[in-house]
């Protein structure tokens, strides 16, 4: 009687182990599942960063030659960096005399800037027709 339930607790723990395993693997299998869909998100994103860091190397590329570009503009004619100088300097309230001095212009061309980008001009010579605003009314 005794080897009888011996067996039958052998037999009642074996099957107990069979549940335990086939439960086992199907949650390894799960887990499988998981870490390749995980792997593939991660696949996923590094191939995005990779895409990102190369489009912003091109991105700093075309930076680098657009400054380029714009120094070789500004070193090939220094009299418009010049000319834009002067206008910056009448916006700013300079007067003629500051013109011909600091940038180095004509009196005809600091008298034109004037014109051009002023309201008219204060060490003008006598009789220099000045430059007035018209209100229309």
């Given at each position: 009687m005794l080897m009888i339930f011996l067996a039958a607790v052998n037999v009642a723990l074996i099957a107990a182990n069979i549940v335990a395993v086939r439960r086992m693997s199907g949650e390894r299998r799960r887990h499988q599942e998981e870490i390749r869909a995980l792997n593939s998100d991660i696949s996923a994103l590094c191939s995005g960063a990779t895409g990102l860091g190369n489009h912003l190397n091109e991105i700093e590329q075309q930076l680098r030659r657009l400054y380029e570009r714009q120094d070789q503009i500004e070193l090939r004619d220094p009299t418009e960096r010049e000319?834009?100088?002067?206008?910056?300097?009448?916006?700013?309230?300079?007067?003629m005399k500051k013109l011909m001095d600091v940038c180095g212009l004509t009196r005809g061309e600091a008298e034109l800037l004037m014109r051009?980008?002023?309201?008219?001009?204060?060490?003008?010579?006598?009789?220099?027709?000045?430059?007035?605003?018209?209100?229309?009314?």
């Open positions: 000319y834009h100088n002067a206008v910056r300097l009448i916006k700013d309230g300079a007067g051009l980008h002023g309201m008219g001009h204060q060490d003008g010579p006598r009789g220099a027709p000045h430059l007035r605003r018209v209100s229309a009314g």
